[in-house]
């Protein structure tokens, strides 16, 4: 099972990034998705979620309505699209893969995902 997360990189405040996560070796269109992020010296936090079907999906309150995520099952890849990015925002992005299959929940928490990419680095300057 592989998870390769990519789109990182620096961008003014205000600006936007798209990250794409393609995952392989598993059935994924049968799983939720997720994205978590970790700052230097912060706890990773969970930002973005969608069920294995696409109809759940939730977001962390700090980047409501500034971030979108979406997955292309053909593609077996999930994307966030982050907008209106802020200083704050950066951090190292996983993508990740529920460990329960058809889950109608998304649920914030890490330990509830059992792959994890290997991180993309987002920094946005002020």
């Known amino acids: 099972v592989q998870l390769q997360a990519s789109g990182g990189g620096l961008v003014q405040a205000g600006g936007s990034l798209r990250l794409s996560c393609a995952a392989s070796?598993?059935?994924?269109?049968?799983?939720?998705m997720g994205w978590f992020r970790q700052a230097p010296g912060k706890e990773r936090e969970f930002v973005a979620g969608?069920?294995?079907?696409?109809?759940?999906?939730d977001y962390a309150d700090s980047v409501k309505g500034r971030f979108t995520i979406s997955r292309d099952i053909a593609k077996n890849t999930v994307y966030l699209q982050m907008d209106s990015l802020k200083p704050e925002d950066t951090a190292v992005y996983y993508c990740?893969?529920?460990?329960?299959?058809?889950?109608?929940?998304?649920?914030?928490?890490?330990?509830?995902?059992?792959?994890w990419g290997q991180g993309t680095q987002v920094t946005v300057s002020s």
């Open positions: 969608i069920d294995w079907s696409g109809n759940n999906i």
């Open positions: 990740v893969t529920d460990r329960f299959s058809f889950s109608s929940k998304v649920i914030p928490v890490a330990s509830r995902y059992d792959y």
């Open positions: 070796g598993r059935s994924f269109s049968r799983y939720s």
